[in-house]
């Protein structure tokens, strides 16, 4: 089966991009990450991309007046590459209603807690001041609302005693690495179904999971 076309959106430092990159380097991969596009001229990640032999492209986002101009630029990057799965990692523009809905079941975000808990910014020190034993992150599709949508998977983390946002922030992140892969994986396999609010992973089964991460990875 031909491997599906990603195009990666990021705005900054771009770990997970990497750990996407480095999970499509295996030649059993469903996915090839054909372009990494980033809002921010200056983005660590793009250097990374580059590095890794990836075509790049930069949609500066003050350099369009509204958000309808900028997301049509992004809609033709894709187009011009032919992509097929969007991962949003660490991009930090809000899309329009009207682009998440052309991707609809095709656009893919990780967010650094168990969603629903702590949408929006900050979501480490949030957890930290609500004295929370177990944290993680979440990789889900994207619908309009921030931070909302089908959950595909989750890993948890234990919050420990004497934790600081940094390293919170560590232990959650080698966590998003993990899932991220793995749950692209599942969509570009086609293994992915929504039905209303939940996704159904097929041929999955409903044995406990000993390493926190649904499903198991
Ligand atoms: C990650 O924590 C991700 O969950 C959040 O933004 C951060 C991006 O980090 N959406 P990186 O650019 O992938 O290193």
Redesign the pocket.
């Known amino acids: 089966m031909a491997r599906k076309r990603v195009a990666i959106l ?10 996407l990159i480095e999970a499509a380097r295996a030649r059993e991969y469903p996915a090839e990450i054909a372009l990494v596009l980033s809002n921010r001229p200056t ?3 793009l250097e990374i991309a580059k590095s890794a032999g990836i075509a790049t492209a930069v949609v500066d986002h003050t350099a369009y007046k509204t958000r309808e101009e900028f997301d049509a630029e992004i809609e033709k990057q894709l187009a011009a590459a032919n992509i097929e799965i969007i991962c ?5 523009r809000v899309l329009t209603a009207q682009f998440v809905k052309n991707w609809e079941g095709y656009l893919l ?4 807690s168990l969603l629903p808990a702590f949408k929006g910014i900050d ?1 480490h020190v949030r957890a930290l001041d609500a004295g929370v034993k177990i944290h993680g ?1 979440t990789v889900h599709f994207v619908v309009p609302e921030i931070d909302s949508g089908p959950i595909i998977m989750q890993a948890a983390v234990p919050v420990l005693e004497g934790d600081d946002e940094e390293e919170l ?1 560590t232990r ?2 080698a966590a ?2 993990r899932i ?1 892969p793995a749950a692209l994986k599942l969509l570009a396999e086609g293994k992915l179904a929504i039905e209303g609010e939940r996704v159904v992973v097929a041929g999955v089964n409903g044995e406990a999971d000993e390493t926190l991460t649904s499903p198991r990875i």
């Open positions: 990021i705005s900054g430092r771009g770990s997970n991009m990497s750990a983005a660590k990640g949003l990692a660490g991009f930090m975000n990780i967010h650094p979501t992150c922030a959650v992140l998003e690495h991220y």
